[in-house]
């Protein structure tokens, strides 16, 4: 015997999404004289509704999967945009120096010292290294050292 039986009774039903034809299920019940065909029918019309709602949310969360995906993906190079050494003043041979030390940190998996004068960039440099490293997917931890030695947490963020 083979798949389809042309003596025996066919029921087919729509499998359909916001009233698009996505697919069809087709069942054979095994008696000629089915006097259950009619309920049949209405359970797998029922079953083919299952399914397509179950398509319908499927394809709903893989489109908005895919949005926040793209908007993550937006909203990371914004901030590498906002805290990259472009928002860093400064073009002479000691900031060229300098930014060649940063790019080469920001490669390495490391704690990194930043040293510096009150308002000379310090945070704007701990950015620039974490938004360009492999760690930026991260949270980014700065502590504040003040000249006593005490550790104050001053900023954490969630990227």
Do not use: C
């Not at 003596?7 to 499998?15: E, G, T």
């Not at 797998?44 to 926040?68: H, P």
């Not at 960039?121 to 050292?145: C, D, F, M, V």
Request: glycine share 8%.
């Amino acid at each position: 015997m083979g798949v389809y039986d042309p003596k025996l009774p066919f029921i087919a039903a729509p499998i359909k999404v916001a009233g698009s034809l996505r697919g069809v299920l087709a069942v054979q019940p095994q008696g000629e004289n089915d006097e259950f065909l009619e309920e049949r029918a209405h359970f797998l019309e029922m079953i083919a509704n299952l399914i397509g709602q179950s398509l319908r949310l499927s394809l709903q969360v893989e489109l908005e999967k895919r949005l926040l995906l793209e908007e993550r993906d937006l909203l990371r190079r914004v901030v590498r945009h906002q805290h990259g050494f472009d928002s860093v003043a400064g073009r002479s041979g000691v900031m060229r120096r300098m930014f060649e030390q940063v790019r080469l940190v920001a490669k390495w998996n490391t704690t990194v010292l930043i040293r510096g004068e009150t308002g000379t960039g310090k945070e704007l440099i701990a950015n620039a290294i974490h938004y360009n490293s492999p760690r930026a997917r991260r949270a980014h931890q700065a502590e504040l050292r003040g000249a006593a030695g005490k550790s104050a947490r001053i900023r954490t963020f969630r990227t």
